[in-house]
Nanobody
Framework: QVQLVESGGGLVQPGGSLRLSCVASGRTVSIRAMGWFRQAPGKEREFVAV????????QHADSVKGRFTISRDNAKNTVYLQMNSLKAEDTAVYYC??????????????????WGNGTLVTVSS
């Protein structure tokens, strides 16, 4: 079993920044790539970013490219999502995700093997 626990969400003003963290525990050797999704009220869950195990390869959704950056610290079994220049439309529950396949590309929700419980990000003045 793999457990993913997110933290770092909260209320931030438009233009502000937040850093989300996701700590993995349990059978982490089975994870080949980690990512982030988000789900806004009334909308489907959407891909945000992915990073491979070495941290060398990443991909970000067009909607966040240039504003969000995914990274990882393998010594801490932690993946981060640095979010800058936040907009109201970034408001969502953000979910950490893990896959047993080392695919660095746009993930579909159905392809994810492990999910965290989510952390709420609200961008509002």
């Amino acid at each position: 079993q793999v457990q993913l626990v997110e933290s770092g969400g909260g209320l931030v003003q438009p233009g502000g920044s937040l850093r989300l963290s996701c700590v993995a525990s349990g059978r982490t050797v089975s994870i080949r790539a980690m990512g982030w999704f988000r789900q806004a009220p009334g909308k489907e869950r959407e891909f945000v970013a992915v990073i491979n195990n070495s941290g060398v390869r990443t991909q970000h959704a067009d909607s966040v490219k240039g504003r969000f950056t995914i990274s990882r610290d393998n010594a801490k079994n932690t993946v981060y999502l640095q979010m800058n220049s936040l907009k109201a439309e970034d408001t969502a529950v953000y979910y950490c995700a893990g896959r047993t396949v080392a695919y660095v590309g746009t993930w579909s929700p159905g392809s994810v093997n492990f999910w965290g419980n989510g952390t709420l990000v609200t961008v509002s003045s």
